[in-house]
């Protein structure tokens, strides 16, 4: 088993129990990392906790996650000025992209309801305080629950195994539930998520958009989304290969933007790099350049690595050899090169900072705290509400490792 921590510059001391009580996960789960998201806010007070709602009309639509089970929500209503203000935070936790791991995964919280926390920690971005949470404190916040192992797109199910993959058909239903709620009348909107959540709020973010009339203001925000379709260290494809599973498994191809896949195959057009020029909704793109789920899964995961030469690496960064940084230096420089056009919009926003880590918006620590990342001496909350409120054009891109004394960094152990 691998067991994880953030590691600061700076570690106050409200932070020092997860320092010494290392959480466990096994290093070959797709999310790993996603499960960690609460760590530090479950040590560090009592968060508000929400719980959980199960749509019950989804069953008749066959909007189910893959095991058959209802699909469900989190939402903490608004108040005040932010009672007409909604926003939306997708769930991450990875792909299942054959047969084995999606019967695996039916038996989880990210493939069943029944497995479902019954309540979970609002923290981060969807915080109640106004103190943790500066701009989205007061609005409803909803967190839809991932079960369907396809970021929300996939339409069609395996009998045989007793799976479906109706992710498009939860993402409408878990909409529509919540406009006959009172999210129709929002005058703001921000549809969000983490990970595969994130990749997921790239894809919906047009079709959100078109939910609302124009008199709605709506955006969307992806935070460690920005899944690259890189080369590994062996000179292989595995998130391709991965992602090319997750597209012909899950029937995802039909629910894919067409002005992509006009021009390319389904499975470069399930990665943001070839989506994220055509979405027209104002789009923000928060990203570790050093994204540790993409060291761990994508470019130096244990099946590129036999012989086990990016094992410390890949654990923590402060082990990596000076030709594994230069490796990970031209990652950073995809990535760059990934937004290029994206960035030139100038209603678009971006947040690259040179940091080892993943999912930055659900934690309290990255999110607004004392000694969060900053760029430039703005964290990311503040960068994310200049952007929203357009307050302030935000392209913030980082200086490169190891110049950001501002991380939590992510170690694994």
Request: glycine share 8%; proline share 5%.
């Amino acid at each position: 088993m691998m067991k994880i921590s953030w590691v600061g510059v700076v570690i106050p001391l409200i932070f020092l129990p997860l320092v010494t009580g290392f959480l466990d996960f096994n290093e070959t789960g797709l999310s790993f990392i996603e499960a960690y998201e609460y760590g530090v806010s479950k040590l560090n007070y009592n968060p508000l906790m929400v719980g959980l709602t199960l749509i019950p009309t989804a069953g008749a639509k066959g909007a189910v996650c893959l095991d058959g089970t209802l699909p469900g929500y989190h939402w903490h209503r608004g108040y005040g000025s932010g009672a007409n203000s909604w926003l939306i935070q997708l769930e991450g936790g990875g792909w299942c992209n054959n047969i084995r791991t999606c019967v695996y995964r039916k038996k989880t919280r990210r493939g069943s309801s029944t497995y479902m926390e019954k309540q979970i920690p609002f923290t981060g971005i969807l915080s109640d305080k106004a103190e943790e949470n500066p701009d989205f404190f007061n609005w409803n916040r909803v967190k839809l629950r991932y079960c369907d192992g396809a970021s929300f797109t996939g339409d069609s199910e395996n009998k045989a195994a007793q799976l479906h993959f109706r992710g498009q058909r939860i993402w409408l239903a878990a909409m529509e539930d919540l406009m006959s709620k009172g999210m129709r009348n929002a005058n703001q909107a921000l549809l969000s998520g983490c990970s595969a959540g994130g990749l997921a709020s790239i894809l919906h973010c047009d079709e959100f958009r078109n939910m609302y009339s124009r008199n709605t203001k709506v955006k969307c925000l992806s935070d460690a989304g920005l899944f690259l379709d890189a080369v590994d260290v062996s000179g292989g494809h595995t998130i391709r290969s991965l992602y090319s599973g997750v597209v012909g498994l899950q029937g995802v191809r039909h629910n894919l933007p067409r002005i992509c896949t006009n021009h390319l195959d389904p499975t470069s057009c399930f990665f943001p790099q070839n989506l994220i020029g055509h979405v027209q909704t104002p789009l923000f793109i928060l990203n570790a350049a050093y994204d540790s789920w993409q060291i761990q899964s994508s470019i130096a995961p244990p099946s590129a690595d036999p012989h086990g030469f990016w094992h410390d690496c890949r654990l923590n960064h402060a082990k990596c050899s000076p030709s594994q940084i230069r490796f990970l230096q031209g990652f950073r420089t995809q990535m760059l090169n990934a937004i290029k056009g994206f960035s030139v919009s100038r209603q678009n926003g971006l947040f690259i900072n040179s940091c080892f880590a993943h999912c930055q918006t659900e934690r309290q620590d990255t999110w607004f705290a004392d000694d969060s990342p900053e760029i430039r001496s703005k964290p990311i909350a503040i960068a994310v509400g200049d952007w929203y409120f357009d307050r302030a054009a935000v392209k913030a891109v980082d200086c490169p490792y190891p110049c950001d004394k501002s991380c939590h960094n992510l170690v694994f152990r």
